[in-house]
């Protein structure tokens, strides 16, 4: 018996470090060839790392959340034969693979080496997975000690007298544990929870609001962390300057609507999102120094004939933006398609390196929670973005009368370094044009 030694793999792009987000084995395991052992993430997306030879599992060479050098031992294998290990060499390092975890947040796993992850897709969907066991919830030392775990916004199952009680007592059912089938909550767990948490609290009128001293640390690891840098490092070195606008988006809403009434059914539905873009392809052709990038340490601003439009895009781990490439060359149902193609990568994890890099300019959208203005943050190294804010319908005087429209913002953000407050704003009014009056859309 050998050992082989499998290090950090050169993933390309001149990346010197990657961040371990999960491991798919554990420490006594039997692993296949080409079977998942982690998942590593680059600043661009997530890459499993398979297993090369048969093996059994003797040392894991870091913990979920560390930062690893390529290279760098990932984890050794006792395979048949001599194995890749030089006679003489360092023994399997089973105590170096516990130590870091000493180091590890409190909220992580405390053991040696996590337990296996789920088998993840090689996308940045995987992180969220990977900090799952330390994303639950504290509970409170005087909770009984088999208490569901409960993400926020899961609905516990009760009963409507037992939900009605637990109004009328201010208790919060997710913190609750159920002791019926299923998990439910009877009263009999309302009156063990009110024990627990001191029923000797009494508000106004009789209602008992429990205290809550419970704690929750959550690493920043992962995709979050890799979003935390990003946004530092795109606030920090481009000097924003925000431009809003309203639009009446009345006859674009009408145009819509017919287009889908006629080709929904065989070509897809439209969303507000491939008319934007639409109207940004056209309108950038007046202004191309914003569908740009600027490499600021070498003093270059690269202007794109080809319009790539990043759609920021919400996904379980964090914030995420596929590139739509090439929007000047599609029509409004291509466009539409590939946005729910791309949204539908990014939430499933299945979004690849090259699908997450390479936009020109971002459009960013926050749907019906999108409110009266927001300041988004420009995906550096871009030089724009553009925030699409909700539509309300509101009156407005038109020849003289007054009537009801459709009106929305628009909250867009630029780098100052290189566009004008003037070229920015006029830019916002072209787009504004086209939207108002959407025919122009395809005037060519």
């Known amino acids: 018996m050998g050992i082989h030694v499998i290090k950090m793999p050169d993933i390309g792009e001149g990346i010197a470090e990657v961040e371990l987000v999960a491991w798919h084995v554990k ?22 790392i398979p297993a090369p030879v048969v ?20 984890i050794r294998l006792e395979v048949e034969g001599e194995g890749n290990l030089k006679p ?7 105590k170096a693979a516990a130590a870091p975890a000493a180091a590890q947040p409190a909220a992580t796993a405390p053991a040696p ?53 637990a109004w009328d007592l201010g208790i919060e059912l997710r913190y609750v544990h159920g002791s019926g089938p299923a998990g439910r909550i009877l009263h009999e767990d309302l009156d063990a929870y009110l024990q627990g948490q001191g029923a000797g609290n009494q508000a106004r009128g009789g209602v008992a609001y429990s205290e809550r001293n419970d704690e929750e640390n ?3 690891i992962g995709l979050r962390r890799k ?5 530092a490092e795109s606030k920090r070195r481009i000097p924003h300057f925000s431009y809003v606008e309203e639009i009446d988006v009345t006859e674009l809403e009408e145009l819509r609507a017919s287009l889908n009434q006629k080709w929904g059914a065989s070509r897809g539905k439209l969303t507000l999102l491939p008319l934007l873009a639409r109207a940004m392809v056209v309108a950038l052709r007046d202004f ?20 790539h439009i990043g759609i920021a895009t919400q996904s379980d781990g964090g914030l995420m933006v596929p590139v739509m490439r090439h929007a000047e060359a599609r029509d409004l149902w291509s466009m539409a398609a590939e946005i729910v193609r791309l949204a539908e990568a990014v939430r499933t994890g299945t979004a690849s390196r090259d699908e997450l890099s390479g936009s020109t300019i971002t459009i960013t959208s926050l749907g019906p929670l999108g409110g009266i203005v927001t300041t988004p943050v420009i995906n550096h190294p871009e030089v724009g973005i ?59």
């Open 386 to 444: 553009v925030g699409v804010n909700r539509i309300v319908e509101r009156p407005a005087i038109r020849n003289g009368a007054v009537v009801a429209r459709k009106l929305m913002n628009l909250s867009s953000s630029f780098d100052h370094r290189v566009v004008d407050g003037m070229d920015a704003a006029r830019f916002i009014q072209a787009v504004r044009a086209l939207l108002e009056q959407p025919a122009l859309l395809f005037v060519e």
């Open 113 to 165: 080496q996590p337990e296996p992850a789920p088998k993840a897709a090689p996308a940045s969907a995987a992180p969220a997975k990977a900090s799952a066991p330390s994303a639950a919830p504290s509970r409170p030392a005087r909770q009984a000690p088999a208490s569901v775990a409960r993400q926020p916004g899961e609905k516990p199952l009760a009963s409507p007298a037992v939900r009605k009680r």
């Open 218 to 220: 959550v690493p920043v």
């Open 288 to 307: 191309p120094q914003i569908n740009a990038r600027y490499d600021d340490e070498g003093g270059v601003v690269t202007r794109y004939g080809a319009v």
């Open 55 to 74: 093996g059994r599992v003797v040392a894991l060479g870091g913990d979920v959340g560390q930062v690893m050098a390529v290279g760098g031992e990932l």
């Open 27 to 48: 420490i006594g395991d039997m692993v296949a060839e080409d079977q998942p052992l982690a998942d590593v993430m680059t600043d661009k997306a997530t890459v499993e």
């Open 227 to 231: 979003i935390a840098q990003k946004m």
């Open 88 to 94: 003489g060499a360092d023994a399997p390092p089973a």
